[in-house]
Structures are given as C-alpha cells and as structure tokens.
DNA sequence: CCGGACGTTCAGTCCGTATTGAACTCACGG
DNA sequence: CCGTGAGTTCAATACGGACTGAACGTCCGG
C-alpha cells in the first residue's frame, strides 16, 4: 500500500475514532473505498499490518451495522468485504436512529420526570419538535436521494450536490 | 437527586459515551436540562456524586463546544452553567461539520490519491455528492428552522426540494 | 480418515483516558 | 497582609477497550 493511501486509511481511522469506534474498523472501511475489488481478510490484514483477528471482528461489525457487505464466491473459501452498495443510505438511516434515541430520551423524562418547572417542561417539548423537525427533514432528504438515485443511471450529477462549498477546507 | 433524574443523567451519560464522550459530561448536560435555574459547579459535583474537577474540566468543554453557557452573577464568585440557548443549532451544525470533515476526505483522496480504476473514482464521486446532498439538505432545514422557530409554529413537511436564499454568514 | 486452509474465539497485554484528591492561583473581605 | 472561598491544574490511579497470538472449530480436497 502506498503510502498516500495510508495516509487515507489513518485518517479514515481518526475520523472513526472521534465517532467512538475502533480505529480499525475506520481504516478498514477507508481501504475498501479505494479498492477496486472485495477483499479478503488475509488481504487486509496485510495492507493495514494488523492482526488477522482484529481484521476479523471489526470487519464482521461493519458488515452487522451496514456500512460493509460480506461477498462469497462460489469455489473460494475465502470471505472478502467491500463498502455496502448503499452505505449513504445506511449510514444516514443509522444517524437518524441516533438522533431518535436522544429524542425518546428527552421525551421519556419529559413525560416520567417530576418536574415542577413549568419552563423546563417547555424547554424538553422545544426540544423535542426541534429534533423531531430535523429527523423529519433528514427522513424526506433521504427520500428525495432514493428516489433520484434510483432512477436508471444519472446521466447527469444532480445539481443539488454540487451546490455546496465543501472543498479547500486546508 | 431522586432516582428517576438520576436515570436519565445515566442515560445521557451513556449516550454521550456511544459519541465518544466522557460520560460526566452527558451526565451533567442531562442534569442542566432538567434544571429550572443555572447550576454552579459545586451544585453539579454534588448532584452527581463526582469531584468538582471532573465537573470543572468536563462543563468548560462543553461551553467551549458550545453545549453548555457558562453565566456569571453580579456580585457572585460562582460561575453558573445551563444548557445553550441555541442548543439545536449548534449541535447540528457541529454534526454538519463532521459529515463535512468526511466529504473532504474522501474529496482529498479522489484528487490525490494514484486510483487507476475509474469505478473507484466514480464510487468516490458518488459518495462527495450525496454527503454534499445531504448537508446541503440539513443546512436548508436549519435555516428553515430557525427562520420558523421565531414565527408561529414551522410544523412543515417539505414535499419537495425547496430551495431558500441562503444567507450562510452567520 | 487426514492435512491444510479458512474464519472465529478467547485470554492476555497494552494503551489511552476518564476521574480524582491535592496542590495551586487568584480575588475579595476583614 | 492574612484567610477564605472560588475555579483550575496536575500527578496518580483505575478502568475500559483495542489489539494480539495462539488455540479452536470447520470445511474441503485428497
């Protein structure tokens, strides 16, 4: 692996750990996203210089939530791993049920709390219709996505994407 | 502190923890939102059992991400924190950061990195527009909140893109 | 039946970091 | 000037979890 792809990888795998997950699993993913093909775990374990166990695991836990997807090839005993063909949808998905168990939490102690407050009372429903709002237009962007994307091939990039300034940010 | 408080701090302890966040600091923060007034850092320490370092350390943090607000009383030494006022948005145009930290990345690496395989570009490229798609399309529903939450009630579903003036100077 | 090549599991180690008690700084009141 | 009470900082500790090597189970080809 050369070394700018590693230096992919490492930052895939900082980014995974400010998520709260291991490392790996980010550099795993990283690695995915610029191969060609599926591969396997004798594979990665080479590229990343990790232990075949560590590869093991945190593959099979990308796969469990979604962001990987386990492929067999029929006649090779292998298993190989490759970015999940709808990781944005995933992922987004996953964010979403996040965001709605803080909502339930909130909700729950708003209706179970004893609280004598009647401003803290309202301060839990803003936040609750705030998130929900948010969960709710999130939900209807995800739609929009599918429903764009799934359309057969698009010929051309949707023009909503290209509309923000993302780049340059060094 | 009664127990039902006490298992909803808990909670969002645990929640901040799945962030990769120190737990005291969702605990306080699940505190202040239930707390009528400002609480000082001792009222904190108390309140969840822990030393006042933790409680210093961990609510400056989160004033300095913007979480909480630090408020100071004339003619008073303590320093009182509460829950930010613009709570919402900010921790959503934190998120909004994040997802952009990824698309740069995977950004960078689309224009950096030796790819020989135009699949893989084109899987990279499709991840760029669709995390932009999607930031753009939480970056609208902010907007809409917020020019919504100073009116009567924003409750809208969109059914479409809709597009808004942006203002993005804020 | 073997032997080898897989993936998985598990005890052990190592490292980071959350948390704490104590020391420290600083401002104010007397 | 002290002494008190506030917040901060720091060294030490405790704890959790990531990672590993080795053992294990399993399937397949011979």
Redesign the interface.
């Known amino acids: 692996m050369?070394t700018?792809?590693s230096r992919?990888t490492d930052?895939?795998g900082l980014?995974f750990?400010?998520?709260?997950q291991p490392p790996i699993a980010g550099r795993i993913f990283g690695y995915l996203?610029?191969?060609?093909e599926a591969r396997s775990l004798d594979q990665l374990a080479e590229a990343l210089r990790v232990s075949k166990a560590s590869v093991s695991t945190n593959a099979r836990r990308l796969a469990d939530v979604g962001i990987l997807e386990r492929v067999c090839r029929p006649a090779d005993r292998h298993d190989y791993y490759r970015?999940a063909p709808e990781?944005?949808t995933r992922t987004?998905a996953e964010r979403l049920r996040?965001w709605q168990?803080?909502t339930e939490?909130?909700g729950?102690?708003r209706r179970?709390?004893?609280?004598?407050?009647e401003?803290?009372r309202a301060?839990?429903r803003?936040?609750e219709?705030?998130?929900a709002?948010?969960a709710?237009?999130?939900g209807?962007?995800?739609e929009?996505?599918q429903a764009g994307?799934a359309g057969p091939r698009p010929r051309r990039?949707?023009a909503?994407?290209?509309?923000?300034a993302?780049?340059d940010?060094r």
């Open positions: 050369d700018a792809t992919f930052r895939m980014l750990e400010a998520e709260g996203m610029v191969s060609e970015v990781l944005f987004m996040r168990r803080f939490a909130v729950e102690a179970t709390l004893p609280i004598r407050s401003r803290v301060r839990l803003g936040y219709t705030a998130y709002f948010m709710d237009a999130i209807d962007a995800l929009r996505w994307s990039r949707a909503e994407g290209q509309r923000l993302h780049g940010g």
